[in-house]
């Protein structure tokens, strides 16, 4: 399946917001696409162009080499010949039709008993959509897009009507039912968590403008810019491994270091996501506090930012601290020299990872 | 009790509720949906007839369906009859008299139908039309009723546009409100007392069924 999308979008709305979006995302190996931006930033107009239910003012929208939108050859596909299935933010399921009915609403002659038997909805097939708890609900709306057979999957913050135990829940069971469905996706969100935990790829949207497109590691891990740095928040984005769990801790290894964290029910593949104000530095080979992380790596860079410095450490892996620029000078650090990190237990945040695919 | 008239207008008024219904659906989803900016005017002629005298409405459509009007006269060249003082012309002028009362419930029903499952429904494949049908007619089934009730209640009591167009013809023109103002004036009181009553009866019996069907149907689609 080497379905490409392909969207350039301009629009200007009377408030003054502007709009000027360039996509392209290959969907072959890397079926989730989030699209990642602080509220405000466009995410939500963007996933409507695409979708068909507002035009941009200039552009083209293509998938796969058939064409969605042009304004320069006036072309401007409906809705409905688009087959994008949207999940809207509340899932806007039919309130006057069962679950069963909701999802077999576009399904034509396909049997959606397999559907709903896959989304474990079966028991609640004669049920209406307002007796459900949100998590079912969202089920729902994702099997109703999938039943009608779409080239194209938009979900504009599938988890935000959720409360925050089950958001977390969800965010994994989430992604297998994505990458089950087949179906290439674009996931919008303003979460860092759920960016990590559910997409391949991410584009970085801020004011209207796509600022980074890239593999979500290499996103996290590389921002192209300090605005970009700012709205993606962690610096740290390390795949890891679990090793063993006991008493209310985690260890797990990264790039053969071994890093502990609160055990928050994770299991499989794992990100440990470290702010890089959450890392404290020390010269040499220290390991004297009751922080239990400590890692000891070559300085590979020094950057000043403002009043602070971004130190960063090749310790097997990338780590990026964000001290003061006095306690930089203090310390004297200079390139090539080694240093110790030093982290928090409780600043080590797991999140689900996809496998990596390199 | 003049029950000629009172079949009468329980035919006019079952009539134009039908007519209505065909007409308002499309007009109430129009006004809702359109983006034209001369809507307003549309909006405003349909809302008229809630404002104008009936006499003033009953002139102009008495001289817009005369045999020599273009609608009288291809009227004539299609029926052989005429629109003035016939039961066809009675039904046209009701029409028109009751439009907002089915036009206005069904808008309001109509746009409040939340957006997103219309989109929801385009996303999934499905044409206006279809999801029209399948979403937004059964999500405003209680505004529809309304408008059906309301349309019938209205036309049944009407009084001033029937007799500038329609006269009083028994059994062709004269409804219920007609024959009671014709007893009052053979000072028959008795007889005007009767008819009165009834339709008091039947506008109470419409207007409580109404509301009673428009809790209903909210038990039904509890408020998320």
Same mark, same amino acid.
């Given at each position: 399946?080497?379905?490409?999308?392909?969207?350039?979008?301009?629009?200007?709305?009377?408030?003054?917001?502007?709009?000027?979006?360039?996509?392209?995302?290959?969907?072959?190996?890397?079926?989730?696409?989030?699209?990642?931006?602080?509220?405000?930033?466009?995410?939500?107009?963007?996933?409507?162009?695409?979708?068909?239910?507002?035009?941009?003012?200039?552009?083209?929208?293509?998938?796969?080499?058939?064409?969605?939108?042009?304004?320069?050859?006036?072309?401007?596909?409906?809705?409905?010949?688009?087959?994008?299935?949207?999940?809207?933010?509340?899932?806007?399921?039919?309130?006057?039709?069962?679950?069963?009915?909701?999802?077999?609403?576009?399904?034509?002659?396909?049997?959606?008993?397999?559907l709903?038997?896959?989304?474990?909805?079966?028991?609640?097939?004669?049920r209406?959509?307002?007796?459900?708890?949100?998590?079912?609900?969202?089920?729902?709306?994702?099997?109703?897009?999938?039943?009608?057979?779409?080239?194209?999957?938009?979900?504009?913050?599938?988890?935000?009507?959720?409360?925050?135990?089950?958001?977390?829940?969800?965010r994994?069971?989430?992604?297998?039912?994505l990458?089950?469905?087949?179906?290439?996706?674009?996931?919008?969100?303003?979460?860092?968590?759920?960016?990590?935990?559910?997409?391949?790829?991410?584009?970085?949207?801020?004011?209207?403008?796509?600022?980074?497109?890239?593999?979500?590691?290499?996103?996290?891990?590389?921002?192209?810019?300090a605005?970009?740095?700012?709205?993606?928040?962690?610096?740290n984005?390390?795949?890891?491994?679990?090793?063993?769990?006991?008493?209310?801790?985690?260890?797990?290894?990264?790039?053969?270091?071994?890093?502990?964290?609160?055990?928050?029910?994770?299991?499989?593949?794992?990100?440990?996501?470290?702010?890089?104000?959450?890392?404290?530095?020390?010269?040499?080979?220290?390991?004297?506090?009751?922080?239990?992380?400590?890692?000891?790596?070559?300085?590979?860079?020094?950057?000043?930012?403002?009043?602070?410095?971004?130190?960063?450490?090749?310790?097997?892996?990338?780590?990026v601290?964000?001290?003061?620029?006095?306690?930089?000078?203090?310390?004297?650090?200079?390139?090539?020299?080694?240093?110790?990190?030093?982290?928090?237990?409780?600043?080590?945040?797991?999140?689900?990872?996809?496998?990596?695919?390199? | 009790?003049?029950?000629?008239?009172?079949?009468?207008?329980?035919?006019?008024?079952?009539?134009?509720?039908?007519?209505?219904?065909a007409?308002?659906?499309?007009?109430?989803?129009?006004?809702?949906?359109?983006?034209?900016?001369?809507?307003?005017?549309?909006?405003?002629?349909?809302?008229?007839?809630?404002?104008?005298?009936?006499?003033?409405?009953?002139?102009?459509?008495?001289?817009?369906?005369?045999?020599?009007?273009?609608?009288?006269?291809?009227?004539?060249?299609?029926t052989?009859?005429?629109?003035p003082?016939?039961?066809?012309?009675l039904?046209?002028?009701?029409?028109?008299?009751?439009?907002?009362?089915?036009?206005?419930?069904m808008?309001?029903?109509?746009?409040?139908?939340?957006?997103?499952?219309?989109?929801?429904?385009?996303?999934?494949?499905?044409?206006?039309?279809?999801?029209?049908?399948?979403?937004?007619v059964?999500?405003?089934?209680?505004?529809?009723?309304?408008?059906?009730?309301?349309s019938?209640?209205?036309?049944?009591?009407?009084?001033?546009?029937?007799?500038?167009?329609?006269?009083?013809? #028994? &059994?062709? =023109?004269?409804?219920?409100?007609? +024959? %009671?103002?014709?007893? !009052?004036? @053979? /000072?028959? $009181?008795?007889? #005007? &007392?009767? =008819?009165?009553?009834?339709?008091? +009866? %039947?506008?109470?019996? !419409?207007? @409580? /069924?109404? $509301?009673?069907?428009?809790?209903?149907?909210?038990?039904?689609?509890?408020?998320?």
């Amino acid at each position: 399946m080497a379905a490409e999308l392909t969207c350039e979008c301009r629009k200007r709305r009377p408030s003054g917001f502007a709009l000027d979006a360039k996509l392209v995302v290959r969907f072959d190996a890397a079926p989730v696409l989030v699209l990642f931006g602080p509220s405000g930033s466009g995410k939500t107009t963007l996933l409507r162009m695409i979708a068909g239910l507002e035009a941009p003012d200039e552009g083209a929208i293509a998938l796969a080499g058939a064409t969605w939108f042009d304004a320069a050859r006036d072309i401007n596909l409906p809705p409905q010949r688009r087959r994008a299935g949207f999940v809207f933010q509340d899932y806007a399921l039919f309130p006057h039709l069962t679950v069963a009915q909701n999802v077999s609403y576009a399904a034509g002659r396909r049997d959606v008993r397999d559907l709903l038997r896959g989304f474990g909805l079966d028991e609640f097939a004669t049920r209406m959509p307002p007796t459900l708890s949100g998590g079912q609900q969202q089920k729902v709306a994702l099997a109703r897009a999938l039943a009608a057979g779409p080239a194209l999957l938009l979900l504009d913050e599938p988890l935000s009507a959720l409360d925050a135990a089950s958001r977390a829940r969800t965010r994994g069971e989430l992604r297998r039912m994505l990458v089950a469905g087949g179906v290439p996706s674009i996931v919008v969100t303003h979460d860092r968590a759920e960016a990590i935990a559910l997409g391949d790829s991410m584009a970085v949207m801020l004011d209207g403008r796509i600022r980074q497109t890239g593999c979500v590691r290499e996103v996290f891990g590389k921002p192209v810019d300090a605005q970009v740095a700012e709205c993606v928040g962690v610096e740290n984005v390390l795949p890891a491994r679990i090793v063993s769990r006991e008493r209310g801790l985690i260890t797990m290894e990264t790039g053969g270091v071994q890093l502990q964290c609160i055990d928050s029910g994770e299991t499989g593949p794992v990100f440990a996501c470290i702010r890089a104000e959450d890392v404290a530095l020390a010269r040499g080979a220290g390991r004297t506090s009751s922080v239990r992380n400590h890692v000891t790596g070559c300085v590979a860079a020094i950057t000043q930012e403002g009043p602070l410095a971004r130190v960063e450490l090749d310790c097997g892996f990338r780590l990026v601290a964000l001290i003061t620029a006095q306690s930089a000078a203090e310390m004297n650090l200079q390139v090539g020299e080694t240093a110790s990190a030093v982290v928090k237990t409780t600043s080590v945040h797991l999140t689900p990872g996809a496998p990596l695919q390199s | 009790m003049d029950y000629q008239a009172i079949w009468l207008s329980l035919r006019l008024a079952s009539l134009t509720a039908v007519i209505l219904l065909a007409i308002g659906m499309p007009l109430a989803y129009w006004l809702t949906f359109s983006r034209r900016r001369w809507k307003f005017l549309v909006e405003a002629v349909v809302a008229m007839p809630l404002v104008l005298p009936p006499t003033v409405l009953g002139f102009y459509i008495l001289l817009a369906v005369a045999p020599r009007s273009p609608v009288g006269a291809l009227y004539g060249k299609i029926t052989g009859g005429m629109l003035p003082f016939s039961f066809a012309g009675l039904v046209l002028a009701s029409v028109l008299y009751s439009m907002p009362f089915m036009v206005q419930p069904m808008a309001a029903a109509f746009s409040a139908v939340d957006r997103r499952l219309i989109e929801a429904s385009w996303c999934l494949g499905v044409s206006r039309a279809a999801t029209f049908r399948r979403v937004i007619v059964p999500l405003a089934r209680a505004g529809i009723a309304t408008g059906v009730i309301l349309s019938f209640a209205h036309t049944m009591g009407e009084f001033g546009v029937v007799l500038m167009v329609g006269g009083n013809i #028994a &059994g062709v =023109t004269r409804t219920v409100s007609i +024959a %009671i103002y014709d007893q !009052v004036q @053979a /000072l028959d $009181y008795r007889a #005007a &007392g009767e =008819t009165s009553l009834f339709l008091l +009866a %039947i506008s109470f019996t !419409v207007l @409580a /069924l109404t $509301y009673a069907l428009g809790r209903r149907l909210r038990v039904v689609w509890p408020p998320n």
